[in-house]
């Protein structure tokens, strides 16, 4: 879960430059996404962490903080090993 959190944060300072922000921000009221960012990030989700987003999934609830993208990750992948 730690690694999880690190390598967002990582990936969000890559492209938000030197704004400051912490894991529980939302990002979203911030200002710092936009529609076709959202959507970088969703793809980002997928293919670096190897989890499948359904259309339930796609909540800005689920995107925007750090922690809560952590949580998506961490119930993902515990159904992806329940199957």
Do not use: C, H, P, W
């Amino acid at each position: 879960m730690e690694k999880a959190r690190q390598d967002i944060r990582k990936y969000l300072l890559t492209v938000f430059g030197d704004k400051e922000f912490s894991d529980n921000d939302n990002i979203f009221e911030m200002g710092f996404i936009s529609s076709l960012f959202a959507i970088e990030l969703i793809m980002y989700i997928e293919k670096n962490f190897n989890v499948t987003l359904e259309n339930n999934d796609l909540s800005i609830e689920n995107f925007k903080s750090i922690d809560s993208m952590t949580q998506l990750i961490n119930q993902k992948r515990s159904q992806k090993n329940v199957m």
